[in-house]
């Protein structure tokens, strides 16, 4: 997604995704473009957008905005809306469309909890939520070096904070079960 407050921030992009090595080309929290992992479970939902998007070149992002207003005001001015789609009027003027922005993504990930009558008491699945969820996931099935990896995290006491929780619960259900019989 795309982050209007940073212009480096301008959303995945095709040419960033790399099937055949499992890997995506990513912006990280360095400030640097760096490789991340692309789980072939994703492999089959990818090539299903991208067979829908049909984007014209590798630079259309892969989340593309479906925000009109965003369409339309990336056209030329000799751009007449009338002529088509917001997306076939990018291709034929041969313009990258807008990225799926932040609030973009968090607004359709809003729709889509609301949709599915998913409640947690007025929060819902949020972008880096997810990638929580995945780093709490590999932390609890095999550790905080692989979750450090997994995540990109540069200190493992970034890692080792963010999930103490894991730790401290699992610390006491060992602990309770050596005074089990106490």
Request: charged share 30%; net charge negative; aromatic share 4%.
């Amino acid at each position: 997604m795309s982050d209007p407050r940073d212009d480096r921030r301008n959303g995945l992009r095709w040419k960033d995704v790399d099937l055949e090595n499992n890997q995506l080309i990513v912006l990280g929290k360095n400030q640097q473009r760096e490789e991340a992992q692309l789980l072939p479970q994703a492999h089959r939902p990818l090539e299903r957008l991208e067979k829908a998007l049909e984007p014209a070149s590798p630079e259309w992002p892969v989340f593309v905005s479906s925000h009109a207003p965003s369409l339309y005001s990336n056209l030329p001015d000799d751009a007449d809306p009338s002529e088509g789609e917001p997306l076939e009027l990018q291709r034929q003027h041969g313009v990258v469309p807008p990225s799926l922005s932040t609030n973009g993504g968090r607004s359709v990930l809003k729709r889509l909890c609301d949709d599915a009558e998913i409640d947690g008491d007025g929060d819902y699945l949020k972008p880096h939520g997810a990638r929580r969820g995945v780093g709490e996931a590999i932390y609890r099935e095999r550790g905080v070096a692989a979750a450090q990896r997994v995540l990109r995290h540069a200190d493992p006491r970034t890692t080792s904070q963010m999930y103490a929780h894991i730790e401290a619960s699992e610390l006491a259900e060992e602990t309770a079960e050596i005074f089990e019989n106490e």
